[in-house]
């Protein structure tokens, strides 16, 4: 039985979400709320895409088609929104076997395929994929290139005295001296969330960079996605120096963004003590991992990183195919606004 393909509409928002907190590959980024106001800010159409064998949906997929120019693009997620992954969410995977879960997998991105290109008529196409989904292969079957990305993840399962064994003994001390210096991680409110976004936006221009998409739309996702959001931030005689926002989803914490290096030089890093403190509260509200976004993958910014905790790397995979001039043209355009853009990542921190 082939797969079919449908567009969502807005009376599918309860069933897709539900498919992505069932699933493994499900992420937060992959919410109906989070992709229609992706939509919203990007300019960009939205394809909520549903598989379905029979009657029975085996997976989606969200696609934002752009055109610009001599560009028909498709991308899963959409750059500069600090979306770190999309791409396909299929059904049951875990549960299926080898067998059949190949061929639900392979089917389905056989009938997407289909749809970008004779329906969306598409010449460049990148999708990040979710890190649970460890096979890229039905794309590489299907013409696309690959390359890598990665995180690095915290197992927090031993606790926070076990944790704290692994720190050096510099960095224990550096713990003791911000506390002795008087920094207080608190947790934030939505004054403390656009702070914030101000102390980032200030650290990016002197990098000669933009805030990796509008003040409005962090405000929005803020104002849809409170419920798995904690604000971290670090006070020094009640003035706000640094903070992180997190995202709290399934049985992860994700440093999201923020952490943006003070302007003035504070020894020891209040930053230090910032993840410290979150990873504290991870532990006793029963988290499982902490993860920290895109760093593991910045030549500058996963030493520091690695250093401290000892955590795992997990890769993921970005999948892309371009015919030969839009390749060219993309690249091109890419050089001139990456100038100005960041990498999906925080700001400088030390």
Do not use: C
Not at 239 to 265: D, M
Request: charged share 25%.
């Amino acid at each position: 039985m082939t797969i079919e393909i449908r567009i969502a509409q807005s009376d599918d928002a309860e069933e897709w979400d539900s498919i992505i907190s069932k699933s493994s590959h499900g992420t937060i980024f992959h919410s109906w709320n989070w992709l229609k106001i992706a939509e919203k800010y990007t300019h960009s159409k939205l394809y909520p895409l549903i598989g379905v064998k029979g009657s029975t949906p085996v997976g989606v997929f969200p696609l934002f088609f752009q055109k610009k120019g001599p560009v028909r693009k498709v991308s899963s997620p959409p750059r500069h929104l600090s979306m770190y992954y999309l791409g396909p969410v299929m059904i049951g995977y875990d549960t299926l076997k080898q067998e059949k879960r190949e061929n639900n997998y392979i089917d389905f991105q056989n009938a997407v395929e289909h749809f970008i290109k004779y329906e969306l008529k598409a010449n460049y196409i990148e999708v990040f994929l979710s890190p649970a989904l460890q096979d890229p292969r039905p794309f590489s079957w299907s013409g696309y290139s690959i390359r890598l990305d990665s995180d690095y993840v915290v197992d927090l399962s031993n606790g926070i005295d076990n944790l704290y064994k692994i720190l050096d003994r510099k960095q224990r001390a550096d713990l003791k001296r911000a506390n002795d210096k008087g920094m207080i991680v608190e947790i934030g409110t939505k004054k403390d969330y656009e702070k914030i976004l101000d102390l980032s936006e200030i650290r990016y221009a002197k990098q000669g960079k933009l805030l990796p998409g509008s003040k409005d739309y962090f405000l929005e996702i803020f104002e849809t996605f409170e419920k798995h959001m904690k604000i971290f931030v670090v006070k020094i005689e009640g003035e706000v120096v640094t903070g992180t926002i997190y995202l709290q989803y399934k049985e992860s914490f994700y440093v999201w963004f923020g952490n943006a290096k003070p302007e003035n030089r504070i020894t020891p890093s209040p930053n230090h003590l910032l993840y410290w403190e979150s990873i504290r509260y991870a532990i006793e509200h029963e988290l499982k991992y902490f993860t920290i976004l895109g760093s593991a993958d910045h030549k500058r910014l996963h030493k520091f990183y690695a250093a401290r905790l000892n955590p795992e790397l997990r890769i993921r995979y970005i999948v892309g195919k371009s015919s030969f001039l839009t390749g060219i043209f993309v690249k091109g355009y890419s050089t001139i606004k990456n100038y100005t853009m960041s990498k999906e990542s925080s700001p400088s921190t030390e």
